[in-house]
């Protein structure tokens, strides 16, 4: 059974559009110990877990499979972005509420 790291890894090879010798040649190892990894025929020790996630520039949680936000930028990209539309829309509300006071008086 190929487990969610494998997955990960191989989908986070072909993203970056790698082959497995070139991505094995700069993580170090063997082509055939990265075609094991991928494949689920081996599984890594934590240190090529870490050396994986800081390769890749992914969270540890997203290569075992426990999110689907690859990275914490990510996460705060995306909280960013929610944090501008509610002050876009607390603008609106303050605007609304300025011409509402205006037309009252």
Do not use: W
């Not at 190929?2 to 010798?21: K, W």
């Not at 390769?55 to 972005?81: C, F, M, N």
């Not at 944090?83 to 605007?95: F, G, K, P």
């Amino acid at each position: 059974m190929i487990s969610a790291f494998s997955r990960a890894l191989s989908s986070l090879r072909r993203e970056r559009g790698l082959s497995q010798r070139q991505a094995a040649s700069e993580l170090g190892i063997s082509q055939a110990l990265l075609s094991h990894y991928e494949n689920g025929l081996r599984e890594p020790r934590l240190e090529f877990v870490v050396q994986v996630c800081d390769y890749y520039g992914v969270t540890a949680d997203y290569i075992l499979g426990r999110s689907e936000k690859q990275s914490s930028s990510q996460e705060l990209k995306e909280l960013a972005h929610g944090l501008r539309e509610l002050s876009h829309m607390a603008d609106q509300l303050v605007e609304s509420s300025s011409e509402t006071k205006d037309r009252d008086a």
